[in-house]
């Protein structure tokens, strides 16, 4: 068994290899089977089980990674989305919401001209961050101090415009920081908030489905990875939830091991903890 899952996983990844070789052209599933001499329906099963997603989502993570790589090598925004195999620049636009944060011209800035606001408030569960953009929540953390916490934030965006909320603050940002401490607290459950985070294609099926666990309850990285159909995944869930960067809102602390044990936490395993139980005694 040993034997056949390792032959499985390097014909998985000979298909990877050319995928990333032709990023710039149609990868039609037959095609792609045809490669490991595969039907194209066992060829499918065997490429998500191995590499966690369809090879449509490889591709597009991989054109992704290539085109911040080249935004951030200051070649330019055109040069970068077309040599990061994009048909046009339009197409990258419709979906930089979603996939970058912001649009690509200001990634290739490292944020410049991108404004985050933040606050920061002390909860039950320590001192907390947070930072929004004009679209949405942009990052919630704890941490010990506010300097640790603000640097944090302006790690992936060194240009952008980081600053501290205006007193007074905005009535927007101002309503989800009370929503957000009102779920701390316990007076509600849900706290459904806009975000403005990146995400590649299995992180997205990880967080949405953490976003489904009821308050109050736990499931088992393997069990995450099950549900979204991904059995052999259970690392790679794990390091979706430690790569979440707006903390219970994207609920990675109702993840543990299959063992029972907390597993890892970004934010310490003691606030895992903490909201854990604040949760478990509220339901």
């Known amino acids: 068994m040993e034997t056949h899952t390792t032959s499985l996983a390097e014909r998985m990844r000979e298909v990877c290899r050319h995928i990333e070789s032709h990023s710039d052209e149609p990868l039609p599933l037959a095609e792609l089977a045809a490669i490991v ?21 490889y591709a597009a993570e991989f054109r992704l990674r290539r085109l911040k790589r ?9 040069a970068a989305v077309y040599d990061a195999g994009y048909g046009s620049s339009s197409r990258v636009y419709e979906n930089a919401a979603t996939r970058l944060g912001m649009t690509p011209a200001q990634y290739r800035r490292a944020g410049a001209g991108v404004t985050i606001s933040y606050a920061t408030l002390q909860t039950p569960a320590g001192l907390m961050l947070i930072g929004a953009t004009d679209r949405g929540i942009c ?6 101090s506010a300097d640790e916490l603000l640097a944090q934030l302006r790690a992936e965006y060194r240009h952008a415009d980081v600053e501290a909320m205006r007193d007074p ?11 957000i401490a009102r779920h701390l607290s316990g007076e509600s459950q ?11 294609a299995f992180q997205m099926r990880v967080w949405q489905y953490l976003q489904s666990i009821p308050y109050g309850e736990l499931r088992s990285y393997g069990e995450v990875a099950a549900a979204i159909g991904q ?39 003691s606030r895992k903890r903490a909201l854990i139980d604040r949760e478990r005694a509220n339901v």
């Open 139 to 144: 990052f919630v953390g704890f941490g010990d």
């Open 190 to 200: 849900n706290v459904e908030l806009p975000l403005d985070v990146a995400a590649t």
């Open 70 to 78: 080249g935004l951030r090598s200051g070649d330019g925004v055109d």
């Open 169 to 179: 603050e905005h009535p927007q940002f101002r309503a989800w920081i009370d929503a």
């Open 37 to 57: 001499q595969m039907s194209r329906f066992h060829f499918a099963r065997s490429f998500k089980s191995v590499v966690g997603v369809s090879p449509k989502q």
């Open 231 to 269: 059995p052999t995944a259970s690392r790679a869930v794990a390091q979706a939830c430690a790569s979440n960067p707006v903390a219970f809102m994207i609920p990675c602390h109702r993840v543990i091991r299959g063992n029972g044990d907390l597993g890892g936490y970004r934010w310490g395993l």
